[in-house]
Each structure stands twice: as structure tokens, then as C-alpha cells.
């Protein structure tokens, strides 16, 4: 049984420690996502939700936010967003209601975006976010050799117009994404002010009828006489 421990320790000196792979220098990661997104979270109160979004060097970097809905004593709908790049360092910081971040990506990496409810302890946020990246030339992913290309004039201006037809449409979809997020937020401002009408409605009625009903009993009680139970000769 010895031997056999040694021989297994030797085997594992060979082999070296194990661990996971990272990523060289001139490699990709090994998992990047998509290029963009648009979605809705819940931040409770007093916490900090990250994302992280991965992009190449000299792409164009969006973010932007709207809180929809809050909660809370206060019922403030400030939320701190932040963006830090792949060292982390920090590119930009908005604290209102909604916001936009906006700058070229100078190294490639993942980029950090936070979304910071510290200052609300007493209730959650409801945040539609929309961020993503994209690329002016062509996409990065879908780049070939020069020498593969064999293209004359007449596609290559095809080509060109159909990349001017693809930016165009994505900020088509980013303008669209924003008026979506605004509807949102209108939505849920509309419902909470009519829930507080309907609330406020039914109180100040519930006050009408009992200062009534409280004025008839104190009139009646006015005008009450009390008779003597002898009968007079």
C-alpha cells in the first residue's frame, strides 16, 4: 500500500496542479453573451445588483435606465448606476430617476454596471435596463481575412449599405426600447395614482356618512325630552 501512495503522489507531481482554464493573452473567453439586452429588475432595499458586459476595444458602450416603480417610506425613485471598466475603474456614475451612460470602449474586457439602492432601507425598485454594444464597422465576431474576400464594386457597396441599414436599425431599436421604458414607468405611476384617488375617495367617504350619522344622534339627543312616569290628578 506504500508503493502505491508513492506511485500516486509521482503521477500527481507529473500532472501538476489542477485548476480551471483561463484565457491567454490571444485567446477569447470562454463565454461572452449577447451584444446587447433590455430587461426589467427588482433591487431590494439596501442592496447593490451587478451585471457584467463583455465587449471587444472601440465599440460604441450604452447604458441606460429608468426606475419604474418604488417602494418605501420616502418613496424616492433615485437609484445610483454606475459603470466600471475590465480594471475597474470607474467610467461613469448617474443618480436620478433614469439615466444614460455612454462611451468607446478602449480595452476589451467585461464591463461592470451597478445598480445601487443603499439609500433606500425600507423598500424595493423596479429598474428597466437596456446596454449593450455595438461596433460602427463590421461585427467583430464576423470578421474574415482580407485575403478571403473576394469582392467586387458592386458588393462591396451592397455591403456597405446593408451595415448603414443594420446601424440604422438598431438605434431604431434602442429609441424604440426607450419609449418602452418610459411607458413603463407612466404605467406604473398612472396605477399607483389611481389606486391613491380610489383610496382617498373611499376615506373622505367614510367621513361624510359618519359626521352625518354623528349629527343626527347629537340632534336627537337634543331634542329629546325625558317624561315623568307619575301621572298628574
Known amino acids: 500500500s506504500r508503493m502505491l501512495l508513492l506511485v500516486l503522489l509521482a503521477l ?7 485548476g480551471c482554464p483561463r ?36 465599440g460604441n458602450f450604452f447604458f441606460s435606465y429608468e426606475v419604474q416603480r418604488a417602494t418605501g417610506i420616502a418613496n424616492r425613485r433615485n437609484i445610483l448606476a454606475t459603470v466600471s471598466d475590465p480594471s475597474g475603474v470607474q467610467l461613469g456614475a448617474s443618480q436620478h430617476v433614469r439615466g444614460q451612460i455612454n462611451f468607446l470602449t478602449k480595452e476589451t474586457g467585461f464591463y461592470q454596471l451597478c445598480l445601487d439602492n443603499q439609500q433606500n432601507h425600507f423598500g424595493f425598485m423596479q429598474v428597466y435596463l437596456n446596454f449593450g454594444v455595438y461596433y460602427e ?12 474576400k473576394e469582392l467586387n464594386n458592386t458588393l462591396e457597396a451592397i455591403g456597405a449599405s446593408i451595415q448603414k441599414l443594420q446601424l440604422n436599425v438598431f438605434h431604431m431599436w434602442r429609441f424604440y426600447n426607450f419609449a418602452r421604458m418610459r411607458r413603463g414607468a407612466d404605467s406604473f405611476l398612472l396605477e399607483s395614482n389611481y389606486d391613491y384617488v380610489n383610496w382617498w375617495s373611499m376615506a373622505q367617504s367614510c367621513v361624510i356618512v359618519l359626521s352625518g350619522v354623528l349629527q343626527l344622534y347629537f340632534l336627537k339627543r337634543l331634542f329629546n325630552v325625558q317624561t315623568s312616569s307619575r301621572q298628574q290628578c
Open 12 to 18: 500527481l507531481a507529473l500532472l501538476g496542479p489542477a
Open 23 to 58: 484565457a491567454g493573452p490571444g485567446q477569447e473567453p470562454p463565454f461572452r453573451g449577447a451584444d446587447r439586452y433590455d430587461f426589467a429588475i427588482v433591487v431590494p432595499a439596501g442592496a447593490v445588483e451587478c451585471f457584467w458586459q463583455f465587449a471587444h476595444q472601440s
Open 137 to 148: 464597422g463590421l461585427d467583430v465576431e464576423n470578421k474574415q481575412p482580407q485575403e478571403r
